[in-house]
Structures are given as structure tokens and as C-alpha cells.
């Protein structure tokens, strides 16, 4: 259908099940014409992954709690496929009590991790992942209005996606020179593994539909789109930007 990706080497960092966005957009980027290279947390994922995709596809080991991994992850990506055109990391935990009732018990751990595995790991994989992107590299990165807004039980993981969102942007300053660019996409509320750990998270899902322009959610195909667009030349004026795939929900 498109082609903006022709020729195109894509990290897809995040893809748990079928269901994750990050799925949705190595979907959109194969559809684009380019090649998928995959990232997963742990064995457990890497079986999950195998179910669906198909036996040729390149799936290399990365947690992104060790800085020793990612660059382990990259030389072997180098290895194997050589330089990268673009990265999409749609990676985020929080432990679950953390992610229930009020802000101000959240334990200091609890509120590291958060930041550490959702906001921090963005800085690492482009720390690492710099000298693999050609010239004209992106990178994009998923976010949520609760780093806008104070979403019930979304608490230490909206305080992490205000530093995610931030860092997108001293990111797209600092790699500017290097011609790789760096944006988020600030994505609706979507029934994945990461939502369900939020609690009450029907409600937040039954809201956010209610809140869309047409009453309905928008879906990691949509998502997966605008990374692809994102990816590709067409957006070679965007960096730093946050840019809304939310049907809407931000409007009111
Ligand atoms: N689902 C939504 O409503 C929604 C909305 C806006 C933004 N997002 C964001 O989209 C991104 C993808 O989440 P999702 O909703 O597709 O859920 P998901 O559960 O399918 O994906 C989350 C991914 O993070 C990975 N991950 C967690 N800890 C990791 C670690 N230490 N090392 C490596 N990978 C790790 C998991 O393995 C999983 O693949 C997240 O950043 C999430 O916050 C989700």
C-alpha cells in the first residue's frame, strides 16, 4: 500500500503479544515497506513472540534495566543486520501497587523503577543505539496524557511519562547534530498487558473510549501507522515533538 519504508532497518523494542502497540507498528512498518528487527524482555516473551511471527524474523534479547544488555543487544544487531534506519521503543513497567489509589504512597523504589524501565531506558537505547542509525534515523517512543493530566491510579507512571516526554526532547536536541530524530506518540487508551495493571483499568479504558471524537478507540493499527510516518522522510521537519493518536481524547 505504502512505501515510505522501502529499503528501511526498524528496532522494534516492546512487542509482548499481539496486542501490544508496539506490534501494531511492526505491522505498520512492514506494511511500509521496511524490515523488522525485534527486541524482547525474557524467554517467556521470546515464546510468545515465536507463536505469531514468522520463523524468519530476527528477535534479539533485551532487558532494559541493564545497561550491559542494550549494548550487548546492539552489537549483536550490528552483527547481524549491520547500521539501523530507525528504533521504536514501547517499553514501560511500573509495579503494580504502585499503580493504585494515591501518588504519595508510592515507595521510593517503586517510583525508580517506574522511571527507570518507562523513562530512562529511552535515554539508554539511544545512548547505545546512536552509532548503529544512518543518517536521517528516527526514533519514537510511546506516551500517555496521564503525563499531562492526574488519571486516576496512572500515578507514578504519568510522573514517568512526563520525564519520557522531556527527554524526547533534550534527546532530539543532542542527536540533532547526528541527523536522528526523536518523538513520541501520546497514544489513547488501548486494552493491552500494560493497562491491565492499572487498577480500575476498565474504567480508565471505558472513559477514554467515551471521550474519543467517534466513541471509538483508536487501535495499534492507528498507532502503529503514525510511527511509520514518523520513521520515514515524510516527517524529516518533526523532532521533539509529542504528537496525539488519541482519536480525540485530549480535546476535552
Ligand atoms: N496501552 C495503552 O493504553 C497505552 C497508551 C499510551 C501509551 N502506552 C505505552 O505504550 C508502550 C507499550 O505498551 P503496551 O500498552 O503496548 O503494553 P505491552 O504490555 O504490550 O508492552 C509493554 C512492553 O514493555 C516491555 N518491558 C517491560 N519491562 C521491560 C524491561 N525491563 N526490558 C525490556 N522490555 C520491557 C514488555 O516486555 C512489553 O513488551 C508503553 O510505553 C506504554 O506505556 C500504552
Not at 52 to 65: G, I, M, Y
Request: hydrophobic share 45%.
Amino acid at each position: 500500500m505504502f512505501t515510505v519504508l522501502n529499503g528501511k532497518k526498524i528496532l522494534v523494542m516492546g512487542v509482548a503479544n499481539q496486542k501490544s502497540i508496539a506490534w501494531g507498528c511492526a505491522q505498520a512498518i512492514t506494511a511500509a515497506g521496511g524490515e523488522v528487527i525485534y527486541t524482547y524482555q525474557n524467554d517467556r516473551i521470546k515464546t510468545s513472540l515465536q507463536k505469531f511471527l514468522p520463523a524468519s524474523a530476527l528477535l534479539v534479547e533485551c532487558d532494559v534495566s541493564d545497561d550491559a544488555a542494550i549494548e550487548q543487544t546492539f552489537a549483536t544487531i550490528q552483527a547481524q543486520v549491520g547500521k539501523l534506519d530507525g528504533i521504536v521503543h514501547a517499553i514501560a513497567y511500573a509495579n503494580r501497587e504502585e499503580l493504585d489509589g494515591t501518588v504519595y504512597t508510592a515507595s521510593r523504589a517503586g517510583y525508580l523503577l517506574a522511571q527507570e524501565i518507562s523513562a530512562y531506558s529511552l535515554i539508554a537505547v539511544a545512548k547505545f543505539g546512536r552509532a548503529l542509525l544512518n543518517p536521517n534515523g528516527s526514533i519514537v517512543t510511546m506516551t500517555y496524557f496521564g503525563s499531562e493530566r492526574a488519571v486516576p491510579n496512572y500515578n507514578v507512571m504519568g510522573i514517568a511519562k512526563a520525564s519520557l516526554e522531556a527527554s524526547v526532547r533534550y534527546l532530539a536536541r543532542d542527536l540533532g547534530p547526528d541527523q536522528i530524530r526523536v518523538n513520541a506518540i501520546s497514544a489513547g487508551a488501548i486494552k493491552t498487558l500494560a493497562v491491565t495493571g492499572v487498577k480500575g483499568y476498565r474504567d480508565l479504558l471505558m472513559e477514554s473510549e467515551n471521550r474519543t471524537v467517534d466513541g471509538q478507540s483508536v487501535t495499534i493499527e492507528e498507532v502503529g501507522n503514525v510511527a511509520s510516518f514518523l520513521l520515514s522522510p515524510l516527517a524529516s521537519g518533526m523532532t521533539g515533538d509529542v504528537i496525539y493518536v488519541d482519536k480525540g481524547v485530549h480535546l476535552q
